[in-house]
């Protein structure tokens, strides 16, 4: 063992204190839990805390795991210099190239080789985002080609294009459309960015591609890949302050706030939440509601009651105010206000009236969402069982995997391998082995 390693880490001891966890061995298993949403199976233990404290380092790929782990408890970002784990501080500039960062991050996206390394990432819960001055200056310092000129025709297309892969996620799930959509940017999008334009073509194209960004990054969400799409959501963000589009802006800080809310992580949801419906004070009634809802259920998940069960009325009288439809990929509608209404109901201990939410959001769902039923009649089933009635979370799981074969989704993927593990105990119930009999060959393809 060398002498450095022998040297007792007191930054990581001061962390450590700072975080004010029970134990070392509570330490540790928050590093466990946080591994397993990027596939590391570890067992670190209370013995291996006292190790890194005494000098020794993580492995380097499990070091982003444990920083991490402190991070959240923080809720400020901790570096592997803060904690001991580096030499020297990372000094690196970031890249000022936006259009050379969308590059960069789409053609790894397009790459097959590279789909195990961006999954490899950990979402981040004390992410920052840019601000507006130094947003409007990089994009001040970016140089048109001079050997190309875009006009309204080239905006039109990225506006269809993005409808069209909105219209496939929706259908297969973004593991089928999202491939397509990081090809696009690449290959088109960027170009567009960079060439000669009037300012009403530039700033028209800037937010279509901002609204592209989002819909690949809410894909990528939708496969699970959690640090990619915050990736994306970010850069989309970036666009549309560039663009002065404020509905792609609001509508991008509420999909961090599901990412977030769905990743159990209920204060940065309030914070994304809050900061959407902050940035839009001129919302009509359908964006309000949109943005209501989405801050009732971040409330609800902080076990805020009394401002979740406000700010859900204040969606619904806002719904019910509503005139005008939002973009496909960004609509609301009643059954999508009831979904939020099951969730807050469920965060707050309403098991039943959630489940009398999510069954009216499924009657007047429109049928081209298939992903979405997939996933909330998977959790409608969930919380029947919660609630003793077997054979009703049995016939909404066949109904489930009616669509499940279709849908190309990490999101469903994850109800499906819960329905797995809820049924267990139930096996030898005719009704749920029959259920089991039929995800078989299923689970088999998919290879969950």
Not at 342 to 369: C, F, W
Request: hydrophobic share 40%.
């Amino acid at each position: 063992m060398s002498t450095r390693e022998r040297t007792p880490n007191g930054k990581l001891a001061a962390l450590i204190e700072e975080c004010r966890w029970a134990s070392n061995g509570e330490f540790a298993r928050a590093v466990n839990r946080t591994g397993t949403e990027v596939g590391y199976k570890l067992k670190y233990d209370e013995s291996a805390v006292s190790h890194w404290v005494s000098g020794t380092r993580p492995m380097t790929k499990y070091q982003k795991v444990v920083l991490e782990a402190l991070t959240r408890r923080l809720g400020r970002p901790v570096t592997a210099f803060e904690a001991g784990f580096a030499d020297r501080p990372d000094v690196q500039p970031q890249s000022t190239d936006t259009v050379a960062g969308l590059i960069d991050l789409g053609s790894m996206d397009m790459d097959p080789s590279r789909r195990g390394v961006l999954g490899a990432g950990l979402y981040s819960v004390a992410l920052t985002i840019r601000g507006w001055p130094d947003v409007v200056g990089r994009f001040e310092r970016l140089k048109a080609d001079p050997h190309t000129r875009i006009g309204m025709a080239e905006v039109q297309s990225v506006i269809a294009m993005t409808e069209r892969i909105s219209e496939l996620d929706d259908q297969f799930g973004g593991r089928t459309a999202r491939p397509m959509a990081a090809a696009f940017m690449v290959n088109n999008i960027a170009p567009y960015l960079k060439a000669t334009a009037s300012d009403e073509v530039r700033k028209a194209m800037l937010s279509a591609a901002a609204d592209h960004l989002y819909l690949t990054g809410y894909m990528a969400v939708d496969e699970r890949l959690d640090l990619l799409g915050q990736s994306y959501y970010t850069k989309a963000l970036e666009l549309a302050l560039a663009a002065g589009d404020h509905l792609t802006y609001c509508t991008t800080l509420r999909g961090m706030s599901v990412q977030a809310v769905e990743l159990g992580h209920g204060a940065p949801a309030l914070r994304y939440a809050n900061a959407a419906a902050a940035a839009s004070p001129e919302a009509g009634p359908r964006m309000r509601a949109f943005l209501a809802g989405q801050q009732a259920h971040a409330l609800a998940r902080t076990g805020d009651r009394a401002g979740a069960l406000a700010m859900l009325r204040a969606a619904e009288v806002a719904m019910e105010q509503a005139e005008s439809k939002a973009k496909a990929h960004g609509s609301y509608d009643p059954s999508s206000l009831s979904y939020h209404v099951s969730q807050v109901n469920y965060e707050l201990g309403d098991r039943e009236g959630a489940i009398r939410a999510l069954l009216h959001s499924e009657k007047v769902r429109p049928t081209v969402y298939r992903r979405a039923r997939v996933r909330h009649r998977s959790m409608l089933a969930e919380w029947q069982l919660e609630a003793g009635r077997l054979e009703e979370a049995v016939h909404n799981w066949n109904l489930a995997l009616d669509d499940f074969p279709h849908v190309q989704s990490g999101r469903a993927d994850d109800r499906f391998r819960t329905m797995l593990s809820a049924t267990r105990p139930h096996r030898r119930n005719p009704h749920v082995r029959e259920l089991l009999e039929r995800a078989h060959p299923m689970a088999t393809g998919r290879r969950i």
